[in-house]
Every structure is written in C-alpha cells, then in structure tokens.
C-alpha cells in the first residue's frame, strides 16, 4: 500500500518519495531527500522524530519528538508526547498528548487527555476528563461533552500559573476549574465551577 520507506532512526514511509522497499530502506540512498526537505509527511507507526521541518504532518499512530517545526497542519492518530514544537497551523490529536514548550497558532482538538507545560494555544477543543496546563497561556478553551461511557465523570480543567486570556466553556454542565499559582482567567467560566 504504502510505496517506499526511509530510515532516520525508524522506517517513515512516505508516499511522496521514491525508490526504496523492504531492505533497501535501511541504507539511506543519495537520491532521497532527507527530513528536513519533506513537504508534506505520512508517518506510520510509532515513531521518534527531532529537529525536523514539515509542510504538513500526518501520523498515524504514536509521534514522540522534540525540535519540530510544521508549517501548516498537523494531525496524530495516536498519542502524541513533544517538547519544542510549532504548529502554524492547526492540531488535531486523537489520543493523550504531553507537550512541553509548545506553540500552536491556530485552533487545537483533542480527543483525549491533555497536559501541557510552557505552552502557547489559540483555542482548545478537547473530548476529555481532564486537561492540564502549567505555565502556559491559552485563548479559550471548550470541554466538549463526554462520551456516553464517561459521562458520569467530572470534567476537568488544571491550570497551574497559566493566563487565559477568553473563556472555559463546559458543553455539559458541572464542569469544574482547580486554580493554582498565580492563574489569571480573563474570561468567563461556562457551565463550571472553579474549586
């Protein structure tokens, strides 16, 4: 299905590339582009990734890295754990994301738990019990309401000395905020409670 591979430190297969199957791909050949050149990437499996560029970024399953830089969009089918990585576009992660010194210029969905550190976020949609955010600053954020099997959790957001510069919406109300260390909410919170 998938037409070549290349290895960095795991097989990454591409479909914009050519040339290379099976045990070809763990000689890097001269004629392939390396990394940092891709326009857009299809990674497959879980995978380990640093100091790259992408046009584009789609992965399908587990993504670890640190200094990435994605030009546009980025989308994980799969947990998603990084340090220093920008998204100019937006991010959407189907899986638990950790991310240390992020910055995410458009909108961010998550469908899963978040916990980020030393973070910049425009808006944040997440399908989740629980988010975390120390030391970051985000624009707002909405809980978009559980599915049937959770619904009868609380839903909750952490903010540990991080700015939110809108509002903290609970599409199902009951929601619940722990504020801690110097957070600053400049919005309102909808459908919640801080405790």
Avoid: W
Avoid at 79 to 108: F, H, M, P, Y
Avoid at 168 to 193: L, Q, R, Y
């Amino acid at each position: 299905m998938f037409k070549n591979c290349l290895s960095i430190s795991f097989f990454i297969c591409l479909t914009a590339l050519s040339g290379c199957c099976g045990e070809q791909c763990t000689k890097k050949r001269s004629d392939q582009p390396t990394a940092t050149s891709y326009k857009q990437g299809f990674l497959v499996g879980s995978v380990h990734v640093d100091n790259q560029t992408f046009q584009d970024l789609n992965v399908s399953g587990s993504f670890h890295g640190q200094h990435i830089i994605v030009n546009e969009d980025a989308i994980i089918s799969g947990a998603i754990e990084a340090d220093d990585i920008k998204i100019k576009g937006n991010l959407t992660v189907n899986g638990s994301s950790i991310l240390q010194n992020a910055s995410i210029a458009k909108k961010t969905v998550i469908n899963g738990v978040l916990n980020a550190s030393n973070s910049t976020f425009t808006d944040v949609q997440a399908s989740t019990i629980e988010i975390v955010f120390k030391n970051s600053t985000v624009n707002s954020i909405i809980i978009r309401k559980p599915s049937q099997s959770e619904e009868h959790k609380i839903q909750t957001v952490v903010l540990n000395h991080t700015t939110i510069l809108g509002n903290i919406t609970f599409e199902k109300a009951g929601g619940k905020v722990i504020v801690d260390n110097g957070t600053v909410i400049k919005g309102s919170i909808i459908g919640g409670t801080i405790i």
